[in-house]
């Protein structure tokens, strides 16, 4: 006798401690929810894990992995999902990989509304599927109530390095050029807009995205760049400092110089921030010999993510690694890390 | 972004630097004190002192509402949070100020205590709507500019006969600060100031005239300000001719925003809410005579210093620390031997480094490379 299997009720249904328990009503949310959508060849075998064969002759492989509690989960312009797919493609792709494979793993509170998990897995299937990197494995867990904040997920990425191409810190040298590859801010800006205590109106989209098909546009003309970065939380700040202390040199950007939209600007004014520190999630920063800046530049440019990049200043010799800025006015000063964080759950 | 760049074009910038070059007498120093934090914050953020000859030195002032709030009033908001079991609500800044026994607000969140950031004092009456089981306490902080709202949501808590808000008052005044300043210019290790660059936002409230009194009595030049870097440029412009001409007056810069009377509305509401304290601790100026605000007696339901009967103990600031003289300019940031060292943005110790509007901080974030940077700018 076939039995019937009531349908995840999609519309009105909740996640309840079952979801978690490894019993059937787990294996059905992983069957309608996450299999289904996910789709792919390798989900599809039901293994414990993901099981593939790589390229014959494949190079160094790379391995990033991201948790993301952003609130809220919906934001202007994405949500927790697709960023949750974002995020780990871009940190393989700062690598200089080309991203391969990804995993999720979804801790789930009790009671969250099953039709925004279903919005949540959708959007993270349209994300990989854009991306060209399928989701493989995924793991389930559900924590009582009040011990969650909806749905927290982390991602795993895997992803193969070309020969030839070997970007760290370590290859920036006094003389380089720094480029970013668009409007800085609007990820953060987009994600305060929405915060409970701090309702503005704006049009300011989160910039969320997959950079794999930039870095690989990037890395086509110059297989040389030297350092890659995607400036999240912290802003492109915490990326120059990090890349002044590792590199052992000093940078110096120009303010004329850095793209900002104007609507970022005065949301940032009108809260007292520096756009300098507000978190991006489908921008990069790139290191490269001056005199291959022009080339990269181009190539970013005709890229669709790419289109407002920038050349914003220089690495210069400097024991002390300082990051200076150039201001409009013509005066000097720094660009220190970030002290504290006030805006917490960005990503 | 409109009526912004406008105050912060770099060609009419350099346009006014030459001014102030060509303005200045090679043969004297102008030591200027900007009181406001705004300023400091304007002056680190824009470099304005490339800009300036090198006799024309800025003091920062104490005009950084976090950076002058005493220890013990931070201890005090702490102890409404976790032994009063209150919703304590406050501006961000506030949050990472040291206290005693290793304590900030953000540390006392973080053991459990409910304190939230609100950006606006609205917020805090809002959360006392949204609670009414719960008790809430709004920790009012900040010089004129803030005190308007703080007098407006008690009334407005007034009228909604709200039983579970009550106000934190530590709103301080400043031309009393002021004053002090002048009065402690006497000590003989004290930097003679010549001029000072007036408040913005306070000077919109309590208008240009309430200098009048102090630029008779001190014989020193007061130009008003606004915050916006091309503001301050053109302040120091405005100071540097006076003291050439030998002139003490109260001048105004920032007529876009500041009127003589100031704003009559906002001063009525603070009149009818707060009266004078004889004396407030202010961190690094020590007690101020007739400095600051507390709620008058016929709101004494909103005053949380009532209302829990708050008392007040001084805590010294670190030994070490030079915060004192650093906020009347009798020293700089540098001169202070844990500047950078165990008194950073991350775990300061003292008044200056805790605000980034605070003298120490600004110069830690944005001006140390000046003194620090040794080996030479390659611009390969």
Known sequence: MKTYTRPLDLKNGRVDMSHGSGGRAMAQLIDELFARHFTNPILAEQGDGACFALPVGAGRMVMATDSHVVSPLFFAGGDIGCLSVHGTINDVAMMGAKPLYLSAAFILEEGFPLADLLRIVQSMAQA???????????????????????????????????????????????????????????????????????????????????????????????PNIHALRDPTRGGLAAVLNEFAQASGHGMVIHEKAIPVRSQVAAACELLGLDPLYVANEGKLVAYCAAEDAENLLATMRAHPLGADAAIIGEVIADTNAFVQMETVFGGRRMVDWINGEQLPRIC | MKYIDEFRDGE??????????????????????????????????????????????????????????????????????????????????????????GLSLLKAKAQGADIRMVYSCDDALRIAQDN?????????????????????????????????????????????????????????????????????HVST????????????????????????????????????????????????????????????????????????????????????????????????????????????????????????????????????????????????????????????????????????????????
């Open chain 2, 205 to 380: 409230v309590i208008g240009s005239g309430q200098y009048e009194g102090f630029v008779a009595r001190y014989q020193r030049p007061v130009v008003i300000a606004g915050f916006e870097p091309l503001d301050v440029m053109q302040a120091i412009l405005m100071l540097i001719r006076q003291i050439n001409d030998g002139r003490a007056e109260v001048e105004n810069e920032f007529t876009r925003a500041v009127t003589r009377e100031g704003n009559r509305k906002a001063q009525g509401l603070c009149e009818q809410v707060f009266e004078l304290r004889e004396t407030f601790d202010w961190r690094g100026l020590g007690e101020v005579p007739l400095s600051a605000l507390k709620i008058r007696s016929e709101f004494a339901r909103f005053d949380a210093e009532v209302r829990y009967q708050v008392g007040y103990a001084q805590v010294p600031d670190h030994k070490a620390c030079e915060c004192a003289a650093i906020l009347r300019g009798h020293k700089r940031p540098a001169d202070c031997k844990v500047f950078g060292t165990v008194c950073t943005p991350d775990h300061p110790l003292g008044a200056c480094m805790v605000s980034s509007e605070g003298a120490c901080a600004a110069h830690y974030t944005y001006g140390r490379f000046r003194v620090e940077v040794v080996a030479p700018v390659d611009e390969a």
């Open chain 2, 132 to 200: 009414p089981q719960r008790e809430v306490v709004f920790f009012a902080i900040g010089f004129e500019t803030t005190t308007p709202p703080t007098a407006a949501i008690i009334l407005q808590a007034q009228r909604l006969q709200l039983s579970n808000f009550s106000v934190l008052c530590n709103h301080v005044l400043t031309p009393a600060a002021m004053v002090h300043i002048m009065e402690s210019q006497n000590d003989p290790a004290a930097v003679a100031i010549d001029g000072f660059v007036g408040p913005a």
């Open chain 1, 128 to 222: 990989a599927r854009e991306a060209g990197v399928p989701i493989v494995t995924g793991d389930t867990k559900v924590v009582e109530a009040g011990k969650g904040d909806g749905v927290f997920i982390t991602t795993t990425g895997i992803g193969l390095v070309t020969e030839g191409i070997d970007l760290k810190p370590s290859n920036i040298k006094a003389g380089d050029k720094i480029l970013v590859s668009g409007m800085l801010g609007d990820h953060g800006v987009a994600i305060m807009s929405q915060r409970e205590n701090l309702t503005f109106e704006t049009t300011i989209q989160s910039d969320t995205a997959a950079l794999n098909g930039l870095v690989a546009a990037m890395l086509d003309t110059v």
């Open chain 2, 12 to 101: 009419l910038a350099r346009g006014l630097a030459k001014a102030i070059a060509a303005a200045v007498n090679p043969a004297r120093e102008y030591r200027l004190m900007e009181f406001c934090g705004g300023h400091t914050h304007a002056i680190s953020r824009y470099g304005l002192q490339d800009l300036l000859p090198s006799n024309v030195r800025l003091i920062h002032g104490p005009g950084c509402p976090v950076c002058v709030l005493p220890i013990g009033r931070i201890d005090s908001a702490i102890a409404l949070a976790t032994q009063h079991d209150v919703i304590l609500c406050t501006y961000a800044d506030t949050l990472r100020v040291p206290a005693s026994n």
